[in-house]
């Protein structure tokens, strides 16, 4: 894969002139600066502490950051942190730098950033280079065709600093092609990442980034929908590598006593499943297989298959350590920065800071049956007899998700007049086969009254991991040409058939339209520990469900555009009129949502926002629909279809 250009890429960042060790001057592209050469090794101070995990041990100091004021840069408080900072406004700033501008740092300081860093800055080289004439020193046929088929593979663009996998927010400007003379640019990739490993370089980057007005980007699976993790001319935190996971056996804390997981920000689900197997505990997590469980899943308040049973991700974390706007590196609890801790456990990512690690709660073993089948319409059953028997299933909808019951299932349209449905699948936790089957004996017999024939597939598991592992396949990324949105239908519309028979219809609309329908039998439980910022409207919700649009692969920017504009402003329109104060899941969302505000964040907004300033009052944190985006805007983009390749400026 593309992955080892990257430590190349790092050695042979620039040309120096003069071996630093025993120089006291460097130089690069004619720029000199002195430098009082011990002080570029590392910055970083060990900190011992035993509640800390080896990433956080290596942290940057106020002592530190006094040395670098040897370095005779034209400014030399390019590390410092910001303590203090008045509450200015950010846009005062002006658009963030961008490559090329005078006031962009010189390569020199690029240099310097990297030995203080302990060289982890890549510079980089976008994943699909090897196919490009234009990029020589990358391309690489045989590197390319394995590029090119591994693409729609998660693992291919988590290994990397920069790629994302929806590359339709990143510009498509560097796509894997058999085209060598085609051009390959960075488009929204950044232009420079931190592989970090310790907190120290976390905080390099935070200070670093905001002293320069630099655009700021943090990536850490790239699984983002909507190209939260990345931004053209940006500097990057990759937090991948963050991936120490610890048992605490017993946390005592003023809400929980008991045992409790410690796990770096870049943990993916697959991974953190695996050590609570072999710890004998269960952790809620996503379903998705790679999965950032820490960063952005987290953030975004986090869905789970034991959702229903056990509430959102965010409702299990106790504890956050966080380097801040200011480039301070604090805790978030119940007990210290509590504010803090409510805007991090669903104000999304990237918005308060860099999440360096989370602690949360976990729950002891418990079974699992899991239930698959499908039916579609033949020449034995009409789309009428199908809709009735989709329509069945939603009379079910509270009671199952009462019971714990987490279904993903899809109704879609295959042909002329032609649907399908399918049930992939229905994750009962905690129940026994013939549970499950004594709870869906009143749905299965409707649907035999129909004529609807269907052949369940039924497996009990002896804990989550086994379960999860053998029904949520590993994903498909990496695809243009696809658009999805969501709604999160209230439980009230279950209140009576005038009202359910209403959300019934308008979601059957969409999918007769032609939109395809993916939806989550879902509800987000609330324990003691659920004060946190997670959309509101998730507590009311049975019903996450997900609207895609798709356009043939070869289409032109105004097929996109007028087919993303229909499912946002035409079929969501039919979803938002049957609930008009509900709201949508931000991480699984259309980047167009009207009033995003109040459908990501509720009531919470205005806290938020005000978290937000108080915070990071110099805007360095930014996401698309993230709180504040509103005072931001990429130049140079086409309505409908928003990317992250243009400069950030000020509204
Ligand atoms: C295949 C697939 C399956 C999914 N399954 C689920 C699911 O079951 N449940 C669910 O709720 N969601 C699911 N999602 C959505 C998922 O929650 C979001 O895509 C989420 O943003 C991914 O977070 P990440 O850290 O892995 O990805 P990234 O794209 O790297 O990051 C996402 C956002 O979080 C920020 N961020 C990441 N790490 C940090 C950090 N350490 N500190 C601060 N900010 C950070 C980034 O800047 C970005 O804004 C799925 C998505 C995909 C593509
Ligand atoms: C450095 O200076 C030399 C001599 O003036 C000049 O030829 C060269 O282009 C300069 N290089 C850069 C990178 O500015
Ligand atoms: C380098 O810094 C150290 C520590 O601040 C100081 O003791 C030393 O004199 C400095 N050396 C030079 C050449 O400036
Ligand atoms: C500052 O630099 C001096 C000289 O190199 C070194 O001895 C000292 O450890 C440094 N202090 C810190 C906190 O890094
Ligand atoms: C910031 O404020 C705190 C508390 O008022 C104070 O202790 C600290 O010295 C201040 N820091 C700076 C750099 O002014
Ligand atoms: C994906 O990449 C791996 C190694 O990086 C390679 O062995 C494999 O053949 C690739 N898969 C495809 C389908 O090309
Ligand atoms: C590549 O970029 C160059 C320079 O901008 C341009 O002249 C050329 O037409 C581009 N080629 C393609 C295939 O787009
Ligand atoms: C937890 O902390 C509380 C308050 O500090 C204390 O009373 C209690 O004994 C502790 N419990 C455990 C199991 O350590
Ligand atoms: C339709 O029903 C007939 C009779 O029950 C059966 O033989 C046939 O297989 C069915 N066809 C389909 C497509 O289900
Ligand atoms: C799991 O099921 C058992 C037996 O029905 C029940 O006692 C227990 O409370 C359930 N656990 C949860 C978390 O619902
Ligand atoms: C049905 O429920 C909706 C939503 O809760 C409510 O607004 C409406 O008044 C109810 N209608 C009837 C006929 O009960
Ligand atoms: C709701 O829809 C069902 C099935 O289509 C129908 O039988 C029922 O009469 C409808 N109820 C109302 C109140 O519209
Ligand atoms: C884009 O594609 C559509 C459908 O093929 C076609 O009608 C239209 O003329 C194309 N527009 C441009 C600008 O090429």
Redesign the pocket.
């Known amino acids: 894969m593309g992955v080892s250009s990257y430590a190349r890429v790092a050695a042979s960042l620039l040309t120096v002139s003069s071996v630093i060790a025993q120089s006291s001057t460097i130089t690069v592209d004619n720029q000199t600066v002195a430098v009082n050469a011990s002080t570029l090794s590392p910055a970083v101070a060990i900190v011992s502490d035993e509640d800390l995990s080896a990433p956080e041990t290596l942290q940057l100091t106020d002592a530190v950051v006094a040395n670098l004021t040897s370095i005779d840069l034209a400014n030399a408080s390019l590390f410092a942190f910001d303590d203090n900072a008045t509450s200015i406004d950010a846009r005062s700033l002006g658009c963030k730098v961008f490559p090329g501008d005078q006031a962009y740092p010189s390569t020199l300081v690029w240099y310097i950033f990297d030995l203080l860093l302990g060289q982890s800055l890549i510079k980089t080289v976008p994943l699909a280079a090897p196919c490009y004439n234009d990029w020589p020193s990358e391309e690489n046929a045989a590197l390319c065709t394995t590029i090119t088929n591994n693409w729609t593979d998660s693992y291919l663009h988590e290994e990397d600093p920069t790629s994302i996998m929806w590359p339709l927010y990143q510009g498509r400007t560097c796509m894997p092609t058999d085209d060598p003379t085609a051009n390959c640019t960075l488009g929204a990739y950044p232009s420079y990442a931190v592989n970090v490993s310790s907190v120290a370089q976390i905080q390099l980057a935070v200070n670093f980034a905001r002293n320069a007005n630099l655009r700021l980007v943090v990536k850490n699976t790239g699984h983002d929908f909507n190209g939260k993790s990345a931004g053209a001319g940006a500097l990057s935190i990759w937090t991948h590598h963050l991936r120490d996971i610890t048992y605490i056996p017993e946390y005592n804390s003023t809400i929980y006593t008991g045992k409790a997981v410690k796990m770096g920000a870049g943990v993916r689900a697959f991974e953190i499943y695996t050590a609570a197997q072999s710890l004998g505990v269960t952790v809620v997590g996503g379903e998705g297989r790679t999965v950032g469980v820490g960063g952005g899943f987290l953030a975004g308040g986090g869905h789970s298959p034991l959702s229903s049973l056990y509430g959102m991700a965010a409702d299990q974390v106790l504890s956050i350590e966080v380097v801040t706007p200011d480039g301070r590196f604090v805790t978030a609890s119940l007990e210290e920065n509590p504010d803090l801790f409510w805007g991090l456990r669903g104000g999304g990512g990237s918005t308060f800071g860099v999440v360096v690690s989370v602690t949360a709660r976990v729950y002891p073993v418990l079974p699992v049956t899991v239930m698959t089948f499908s039916f579609a319409t033949s020449t034995n059953l009409t789309s009428t007899t199908f809709w009735e028997g989709v329509r069945t299933y939603f009379d079910y909808f509270v009671e199952y998700t009462d019971a714990g019951i987490y279904a993903y299932f899809s109704t879609i349209l295959t042909g002329a007049d032609s649907y399908s449905f399918g049930m992939a699948p229905f994750f009962a936790p905690n129940k026994t086969v013939s549970e499950v089957e004594a709870l869906v004996a009143p749905w299965f017999d409707r649907l035999a009254a129909l004529g609807i024939t269907i052949t369940p597939v039924i497996n009990e598991y002896s804990d989550f991991y086994d379960a999860w592992w053998a029904n949520f396949p590993l994903e498909t990324v990496g695809i243009t040409n696809i658009k999805t949105a969501s709604r999160l239908f209230p439980k009230s519309n279950w209140a009576n058939d005038t009202s359910l028979n209403a959300t019934f219809d308008a979601i059957k609309t969409t999918v007769e339209l032609g939109g395809s329908f993916l939806a989550f039998n879902i509800a987000a439980a609330e324990n003691d520990n659920s004060d946190n910022s997670v959309n509101p409207a998730w507590r009311g919700t049975c019903l996450h469900a997900i609207l895609a649009t798709l356009w043939d692969s070869s289409?032109?920017?105004?097929?996109i555009v007028e087919a993303s504009e229909t499912l946002t402003y035409d079929w969501m329109q039919k979803w938002r009129d049957v609930s008009p104060n509900a709201g949508a899941y931000m991480s699984e969302a259309d980047i167009s949502e009207p009033n995003f505000q109040q459908a990501f964040y509720g009531t919470n907004y205005d806290r938020l926002y005000a978290l937000k300033q108080q915070y990071d009052p110099k805007s360095l944190f930014y996401t698309p629909t993230g709180v504040g985006s509103e005072n931001w805007y990429i130049t140079g983009q086409l309505t409908g279809l928003p990317t992250q390749n243009g400069r950030l400026c000020p509204v």
């Open positions: 289409a032109n920017d105004t097929t």
